[in-house]
């Protein structure tokens, strides 16, 4: 247990110290928080109360489809993942840090949103924030499952960016989050509804705490998990 | 014999191409020992399914004793800082930080750097430190100088020398025939996956032959004769050069070296 805490602190600083996760965690997901909270709330004061769960999915889904990957990548798809092996270091140890270390770095990111929304721009506060945090984390496991099967399918950077655009865009323009889904053609909400934006957004505002926006989190993060253990065990002698 | 490692009939396929056709080793406790090779000989193939680190088609491999691994090509985390790497590894092996061994790697002198500002012999010299992080009885060091300046190499052979003076079973895998000679009780020769020379480096030397080389250096410049009859060859390129009336600068005597025979070997095999 001491060796598993000993490599989660470890893999937590080596997160703080990558400037290029410092950027998808932190930078880029508060700076678009800045600039949309202050244009949304103007333009359409309705949107103070679900901003907080908007910017929330679009940081979430920066974080996990467009950072975390690459991080992951960087170890699994390289000489590292052999290093550990040689060393007796187990395999399933990089990827269960790098996911615990990238989940605290991004419910610490949402937490800045939670906390400075109603201060900057007005917006509504999570009323019940236990259930709030409660939704948050299994939205925030359920898409970072999905980024660890993306880090160790696709090992090529270049590849990965356009992969992680390929699940990030769609996120935020058809998860509902920048106007509402039910706008959309019936197409573009039928696959809106693949990602579990969409889901995590409805699932984290007032009253969606429930089990019809709880399944699909639940489906994908037990099939992207069972994925990533067998991705790890076939990696053992490639 | 006391075996550290025992190979029997290792085979080892990528698809269509055979890289081991059923290899032969046997290794004893406390032994220096090189895998030599030309690149894509199979050396590292075969490194690593005896450490367990690739799957292997046919054969038998026995290891008798704790491993220590330093591979060919390594590389660990962009912002890990060397004692955290050390530490992380020591964790997990369950082993203590040995601070001499740190000391004498000079781990502690590269402490406050992160793994991409360090040079390539300080990589070496942080992945050896990984790789004898266990206390291992046997350490595999594959291409371990590769890249490496003249300091860094000669640093890094004092401390094979000093693994070996420890009892450690060590074994290289290289294409530096120096380094091979001056580290190395027997030597293997890969070629095309199959070994086809295993012994010491003089009997390497006896199996090519009694053949010497004559260096010799007058003032119209140097010439190398090679020859199985020394005595008469010296005799007549001394009488040659008294006849041609060129004075005589230098003359020297070998056996040709390990590479040189290394080279007629792989030569040999590819006719």
Same mark, same amino acid.
């Given at each position: 247990?001491?060796?598993?805490?000993?490599?989660?602190?470890?893999?937590?600083?080596?997160?703080?110290?990558?400037?290029?996760?410092?950027?998808?965690?932190?930078?880029?997901?508060? @700076?678009?928080?800045?600039?949309?909270?202050?244009?949304?709330?103007?333009?359409?004061?309705?949107?103070?109360?679900?901003?907080?769960?908007?910017?929330?999915?679009?940081?979430?889904?920066?974080?996990?489809?467009?950072?975390?990957?690459?991080?992951?990548?960087?170890?699994?798809?390289?000489?590292?993942?052999?290093?550990?092996?040689?060393?007796?270091?187990?395999?399933?140890?990089?990827? @269960?840090?790098?996911?615990?270390?990238?989940?605290?770095?991004?419910?610490?990111?949402?937490?800045?949103?939670?906390?400075?929304?109603?201060?900057?721009?007005?917006?509504?506060?999570?009323?019940?924030?236990?259930?709030?945090?409660?939704?948050?984390?299994?939205?925030?496991?359920?898409?970072?499952?999905?980024?660890?099967?993306?880090?160790?399918?696709?090992?090529?950077?270049?590849?990965?960016?356009?992969?992680?655009?390929?699940?990030?865009?769609?996120?935020?323009?058809?998860?509902?989050?920048?106007?509402?889904?039910?706008?959309?053609? !019936?197409?573009?909400?039928?696959?809106?509804?693949?990602?579990?934006?969409?889901?995590?957004?409805?699932?984290?505002?007032?009253?969606?705490?429930?089990?019809? !926006?709880?399944?699909?989190?639940?489906? @994908?993060?037990?099939?992207?998990?069972?994925?990533?253990?067998?991705?790890?065990?076939?990696?053992?002698?490639? | 014999?006391?075996?550290?490692?025992?190979?029997?009939?290792? #085979?080892?396929?990528?698809?269509?191409?055979?890289?081991?056709?059923?290899?032969?080793?046997?290794?004893?406790?406390?032994?220096?020992?090189?895998?030599?090779?030309?690149?894509?000989?199979?050396?590292?193939?075969?490194?690593?399914?005896? /450490?367990?680190?690739?799957?292997?088609?046919?054969?038998?491999?026995?290891?008798?004793?704790?491993?220590?691994?330093?591979?060919?090509?390594?590389?660990?985390?962009?912002?890990?800082?060397?004692?955290?790497?050390?530490?992380?590894?020591?964790?997990?092996?369950?082993?203590?930080?040995?601070?001499?061994?740190?000391?004498?790697?000079?781990?502690?002198?590269?402490?406050?750097?992160?793994?991409?500002?360090?040079?390539?012999?300080?990589?070496?010299?942080?992945?050896?430190?990984?790789?004898?992080?266990?206390?291992?009885?046997?350490?595999?060091?594959?291409?371990?100088?590769?890249?490496?300046?003249?300091?860094?190499?000669?640093?890094?052979? /004092?401390?094979?020398?000093?693994?070996?003076?420890?009892?450690?079973?060590?074994?290289?895998?290289?294409?530096?025939?120096?380094?091979?000679?001056?580290?190395?009780? #027997?030597?293997?020769?890969?070629?095309?996956?199959?070994?086809?020379?295993?012994?010491?480096?003089?009997?390497? +030397? /006896?199996?090519?032959?009694?053949?010497?080389?004559?260096?010799?250096? +007058?003032?119209?410049?140097?010439?190398?004769?090679?020859?199985?009859?020394?005595?008469?060859?010296?005799?007549?390129?001394?009488?040659?050069?008294?006849?041609?009336?060129?004075?005589?600068?230098?003359?020297?005597?070998? #056996?040709?070296?390990?590479?040189?025979?290394?080279?007629?070997?792989? #030569?040999?095999?590819?006719?």
């Amino acid at each position: 247990m001491t060796t598993f805490l000993y490599g989660l602190v470890l893999q937590f600083k080596l997160d703080k110290r990558s400037k290029s996760l410092l950027v998808t965690y932190y930078v880029v997901p508060l @700076i678009f928080f800045l600039l949309m909270g202050g244009i949304f709330t103007s333009i359409m004061p309705n949107m103070k109360e679900t901003l907080v769960q908007s910017m929330i999915v679009m940081g979430v889904s920066m974080g996990a489809f467009l950072g975390y990957p690459h991080a992951l990548a960087q170890t699994y798809g390289s000489d590292i993942k052999k290093v550990y092996q040689a060393n007796g270091v187990s395999l399933s140890f990089g990827l @269960i840090t790098m996911f615990l270390s990238a989940f605290i770095h991004l419910m610490l990111m949402c937490s800045v949103i939670v906390f400075l929304a109603p201060v900057l721009f007005e917006a509504q506060r999570p009323e019940r924030l236990p259930l709030f945090y409660a939704a948050l984390a299994i939205y925030l496991s359920a898409s970072l499952s999905v980024g660890s099967a993306l880090g160790l399918i696709v090992k090529n950077q270049a590849k990965l960016t356009m992969t992680g655009q390929l699940l990030f865009l769609p996120s935020i323009m058809l998860s509902g989050i920048m106007f509402p889904a039910e706008l959309l053609p !019936n197409i573009l909400n039928t696959i809106g509804q693949i990602f579990p934006a969409h889901w995590g957004y409805r699932f984290m505002q007032v009253g969606g705490f429930q089990i019809q !926006n709880l399944w699909y989190l639940l489906v @994908i993060l037990i099939l992207a998990s069972i994925v990533c253990g067998l991705l790890v065990k076939k990696q053992k002698f490639e | 014999m006391n075996e550290a490692i025992k190979v029997t009939n290792l #085979r080892k396929s990528y698809g269509e191409q055979v890289v081991l056709k059923g290899i032969d080793l046997s290794i004893a406790a406390g032994e220096t020992f090189a895998l030599l090779g030309v690149n894509g000989a199979g050396k590292t193939t075969a490194l690593e399914c005896i /450490e367990g680190l690739r799957k292997y088609d046919s054969g038998n491999i026995q290891v008798n004793g704790k491993m220590g691994i330093q591979l060919q090509s390594s590389s660990l985390p962009a912002h890990i800082k060397p004692l955290e790497a050390v530490q992380l590894f020591a964790k997990w092996n369950n082993a203590a930080v040995d601070n001499t061994m740190l000391e004498m790697l000079g781990i502690q002198d590269i402490k406050k750097k992160q793994y991409t500002q360090l040079s390539t012999g300080q990589k070496r010299r942080l992945h050896l430190a990984l790789a004898l992080i266990n206390n291992p009885d046997i350490v595999f060091l594959d291409e371990p100088t590769a890249g490496l300046d003249v300091q860094g190499r000669a640093s890094l052979h /004092e401390q094979i020398r000093l693994l070996k003076s420890q009892g450690k079973t060590i074994v290289l895998a290289s294409h530096d025939m120096a380094e091979v000679e001056a580290l190395c009780d #027997r030597i293997a020769v890969l070629n095309h996956g199959e070994i086809v020379f295993c012994g010491t480096a003089d009997e390497l +030397t /006896e199996t090519m032959g009694k053949k010497y080389f004559i260096h010799i250096k +007058t003032s119209q410049g140097g010439q190398t004769v090679e020859t199985d009859n020394i005595g008469d060859t010296l005799l007549s390129l001394l009488a040659e050069l008294k006849a041609n009336d060129l004075e005589l600068l230098d003359i020297k005597v070998d #056996r040709g070296t390990l590479e040189e025979h290394f080279l007629e070997i792989a #030569r040999r095999n590819n006719k």
